[in-house]
């Protein structure tokens, strides 16, 4: 042949059947929480989808237990992992709050999982799906799971065909700094031009982050953000992908549309992906904290959990006064929270402003400075915000607050 032959929109497919290999079907291994005689793992002769062969797991008690394998893919691009899966007496640990998962199917490492509620129990066959972003490596374990991390299942579960393809159902929409990949339905929630005033917001608020602490994380890569399956109860979680749990983000969306405010949610995930060990006594409380800086100089805006919208530096009133662990409800009171220690950072800074935090930022991070304690982290951070204001930042804390804060510290390594 001879010419020019132009190509596009090529996508990956694989299906394993689990029909080829000697002793266990090829590429595949397993591993478990406990390897205790608890767990059988079973490349199974028949029994398939068309009484083909597949793999299963049978567990006599509670136990997280997974077929893996290795592959590698496209970095940074979001692809999309089936099966065929059934269950036979499939019940979760009642002793486990965040128990939620029994059969899946999930990338290993990682928080998010096929959404499997109704996993459980006995079913026959039905899809499952799940998807996931490859990281910059290109390698991810994939697994067909009983159970998950803090999420104990028992019972016997059975895998088929499974398939992996460069297609999923979520839509990509990027800013300059971050990358959101949404269902359809999810993005409907925005109206005329307002995903992007909203994809903006937090590509302004990537900028502050990076300007506050000196550094980008991921080696400068967009933040993706990306609709999840994870336990109930959890928002988001931080990370190249942010993790965004699918039930949360419809009503947030369209509280988004309307209001024009950043979603104190993803904010709060996006100050994670910015912190550094060598500062990070309470990765809670940083989150928070730098994220009242990017508020107060981009003048933004969230909605607090009272529903009350915060512009700015109006934030603080939140941390004092309004949140559960405010500083009125906690350090006031001789308690520890990372809010009611926001509060108390927020004092220091209204006595200094925000060039000391930065500069001792700086320092951290440039310097390759990390205690080895909590508590010292906390003191030497103390220690540059004063040698970088002039300034005595202890003076800023009531008796027996920095007490509080310390002895909680060492008594939480």
Known sequence: MKGTAYFDNVTLTEIDDFETGYSAPL?????????????????????????????????????????????????????????????????????????????????????PASASADSTGTFNWKPITFNFLVPESGYVTISCRLGFYNSGAKGKVYFDNLTISGESELEERSGNYVRLHLTPSQWSGFTGTNDMRWINHLDAAYQAYANLVGFTPYGGSKINIMSSHMFSGWVAIAGNPIHWNHPYIADEIVSINADDHWSFGILHEIGHDFDYDGWNWDAEFWANTKMCYVLESLYGKIKGGNGNFYYGAQIENMYKSISSGCYDNTIAQGTYNNDGATYCFLRIKNAIGWTPFQNTFYYFKNNNINPSTKVAKFDLFLDKLSEYSNFNVRSTFLPGELDTIRNYLIANP
């Open 27 to 111: 590429d595949w291994s397993t591993s478990a929480n406990w390897n205790d005689g608890r767990t059988t793992f079973t490349w199974e002769s028949t029994g398939g989808l068309s009484n083909s062969k597949c793999i299963s797991i049978n567990s006599t008690d509670y136990n997280d237990a997974r077929w893996v394998q290795t592959i590698q893919l496209t970095p940074g691009k979001v692809y999309s992992l089936s099966a065929y899966v059934k269950g036979e007496n499939i019940t979760l640990d009642p002793n486990n709050d965040d128990g939620k998962l029994g059969a899946n199917i999930s990338v290993l490492g990682e928080w």
